[in-house]
């Protein structure tokens, strides 16, 4: 089997903050971008919006073209997901023991069981594999 470079496919959502009087234009405005796509606004001048990229840098450079419309206060990225990075997450949690030792203790009660450390942390450290 031949070495396939799989497209890297990154979905963002942000928040744009403007004033209420602003919001029509700019909805119209962040919908001719391409690759955006408006999804809710309210009259404080939110306007939630996604954004499908082909890569990261792209991604950024259509939320700064966003950014830099006349009328807005300012983004906010709220969710990104980039498929080259699950993917590579998903190889090292699959590399990791199943269970961890500590679990496999059955004469170790729940509450021996101490925790602390945190979530991110862990994220971290898989992500800093991805790097090295």
Not at 18 to 34: A, M, S, T, V
Not at 64 to 78: F, R
Not at 97 to 124: C, F, H, M, R, T
């Amino acid at each position: 089997m031949q070495n396939e470079k799989i497209e890297d496919f990154n979905v963002s959502s942000l928040v744009v903050m403007c004033k209420g009087g602003d919001i029509q234009r700019l909805w119209r405005e962040i919908e001719e971008i391409p690759q955006t796509q408006c999804h809710y606004k309210d009259e404080s001048g939110k306007i939630v919006v996604t954004i499908e990229s082909s890569s990261v840098d792209e991604e950024i450079r259509i939320l700064k073209k966003i950014e830099g419309l006349k009328g807005v206060i300012s983004t906010q990225m709220i969710y990104t997901y980039h498929n080259f990075e699950l993917e590579v997450l998903q190889e090292n949690i699959q590399r990791q023991e199943v269970v961890p030792e500590i679990l496999k203790n059955d004469k170790l009660k729940a509450e021996e069981i101490g925790y602390s450390g945190d979530v991110q942390d862990k994220i971290d450290s898989i992500l800093n594999l991805k790097n090295k």
